[in-house]
Structures are given as C-alpha cells and as structure tokens.
C-alpha cells in the first residue's frame, strides 16, 4: 500500500549544525508535501511545505527539497538552535475521491545541543 | 484565536466503557479529521469529514465513530473502547479539503486498562 518512510527516527546535532531528515514516498500521485514540528505536549504545526511543480523552497533556515523522479523529500535545518528539538513529521498528499488522501512519515526526532 | 480545542487532554478508562472525546474549531473550516499517533507509527487517519453530514473513513476506523452536526464541532465516539485503542489522538482541521494547511489540537492521551 501507499506509505511514507522517514529517517532518521532520532537525530542529535550540536546548535549551530545542520540538520537533514529525508523522507521516501511510494504514490507517485502525490503532489503535495509538508512538514510538520510537534513540540512537547502540542500538537503538529505545519513549518513548511511544498508542491509537486516546485524543486525547492526555503523560509529564512528551514528548506525543503523534492526530487520527483526519486519519490524524495528532504527538510534542511541549518544554523539549528535548542528551540528546534521536536519531533518532525513529513507528509506526501494527493487529490483522492471525496477529497484528497495524505500519509505521513513516522517521525523524527530531534535533539540539539546547546 | 484560530485554535482547534480537544477535551479531554488526557483519559484512564476501562475496557467497554463507552466514551468521546470532543473536537471543536472556530475557523469556519469545512473539513476536520482524526488522527491517531502510535510510536513508530506516525499520524494515521482515522475518521475525516468533509462538511456537515458528510463523514468517511480512513485508513484506522474500526473502533470508532464520528459524527458532524454542526460545522465547529467533530466529536469522536469509543463504542466499547479495548487496550489496543490507547494512544494519543489528534483533531485537526482544514479550510476545505483541498491540499492546505492542517491545525492541530493539543492532543488527547487515552488509556485503555
């Protein structure tokens, strides 16, 4: 079936690293991908997303890549500080009978050290 | 301010004792889910509405019911609630059902003994 796989499910960095999460997805019908960060005791929140008909978009330190061809999505953290430990999920959604249908990663979560 | 509110936030049941867990939005939005979120699992679907009246299933609903009476408000029903339904549940909403933004509750964090 339809799924969505992420990795890593644990990522550590120092503040100021980088940090990448990839994510696979396998219906190649998807068209539209976000991101969400869940912070501790909240629920997900939307950070970024992007459209099938887009090879990347930034907003100031987060980016996101697709490779269409590849089935492939990667957010990029850079300059990481403490407030962006969470746990990140991605999405891969597309138009479906009676609406649209939207399957997501199982997570990632991140730790930076100050 | 736009918000999706869950009550409870947290329940310690026992097995069979039917219970619902409310939802409600006050941004006018057409479409409301529920997800549930198991380790390793990530968020999967369990019920979605596209507007009043009209539920549907997603990719988890046994176990569950929905219903959709009123625009703001997407309660969600545990007939005879088991230890495998023990997980944390989120209610979201979108404008409408096309591809945009999710807002998520706070979350609901159920226990089945």
């Known amino acids: 079936g339809e799924n969505v796989e992420q990795h890593p499910s644990t990522l550590s960095v120092q503040e100021g690293d980088s940090a990448v999460i990839k994510c696979t997805y396998s219906d190649s019908a998807s068209n539209y991908f976000p991101w969400y960060k869940q912070e501790l005791g909240k629920g997900p929140q939307l950070i970024i997303d992007i459209r099938s008909n887009v090879g990347e978009k930034k907003d100031q330190r987060i980016a996101v890549t697709l490779n269409k061809t590849a089935k492939h999505f990667s957010l990029h953290i850079t300059e990481t500080q403490p407030e962006d430990s969470a746990v990140y999920f991605c999405a891969a959604s597309r138009t479906a009978t009676g609406g649209f249908k939207t399957i997501f990663g199982a997570g990632t979560r991140l730790f930076v050290k100050a | 301010e736009a918000q999706v509110t869950q009550n409870p936030r947290y329940l310690i049941t026992v097995t069979g004792k039917k219970l619902t867990v409310t939802c409600s939005q006050n941004?006018?939005?057409?479409?409301m889910s529920w997800y549930r979120q198991d380790p390793g699992l990530g968020l999967r679907q369990i019920y979605y509405s596209m507007n009043v009246e009209v539920t549907d299933k997603g990719d988890v609903p046994e176990g569950y019911k929905v219903s959709r009476k009123e625009k703001r408000n997407f309660p969600l029903i545990l007939e005879s609630p088991s230890p495998n339904q023990t997980s944390l549940y989120f209610c979201?909403?979108?404008?409408?059902?096309?591809?945009?933004?999710?807002?998520f509750g706070q979350g609901t964090r159920l226990t089945v003994v």
């Open positions: 979201a909403s979108k404008v409408d059902s096309s591809n945009t933004e999710a807002f």
């Open positions: 941004m006018n939005h057409e479409y």
